[in-house]
Nanobody
Framework: QVQLVESGGGSVQAGDSLRLSCAVSGRTFRNGGMGWFRQGPGKEREFVTGISWSGIKRVYAESVKGRFTISRDAGRNTVYLQMNNLKPEDTAVYYC???????????WGQGTQVTVSS
């Protein structure tokens, strides 16, 4: 069974930074990428950023480019999301996810709340 546990959320002011972590345990697909999604109040869940299994390829939503950075540790069982220059519109529950054999995001964490006030 795959488990993902996020941490690092909180309440901050606009312009501040936060770093989210996601620890993955259990049997995962060896070549699966990892990603972060978010769901703001009254909004659909949206893709934020993803990183390949190798850590070489990274993709970002336009809304976070230049402000957010995704990374994963050498052991490839933890993924991070460094969020700088946070804006009120970044307020959301942030979820990490892991790809399965079909390269779809099959495994999800419980989410961590990020609140940015102006």
């Amino acid at each position: 069974q795959v488990q993902l546990v996020e941490s690092g959320g909180g309440s901050v002011q606009a312009g501040d930074s936060l770093r989210l972590s996601c620890a993955v345990s259990g049997r995962t697909f060896r070549n699966g990428g990892m990603g972060w999604f978010r769901q703001g109040p009254g909004k659909e869940r949206e893709f934020v950023t993803g990183i390949s299994w190798s850590g070489i390829k990274r993709v970002y939503a336009e809304s976070v480019k230049g402000r957010f950075t995704i990374s994963r540790d050498a052991g490839r069982n933890t993924v991070y999301l460094q969020m700088n220059n946070l804006k009120p519109e970044d307020t959301a529950v942030y979820y990490c996810a892991v790809q399965g054999p079909r390269l779809s995001y099959d495994y999800w964490g419980q989410g961590t709340q990020v609140t940015v006030s102006s």
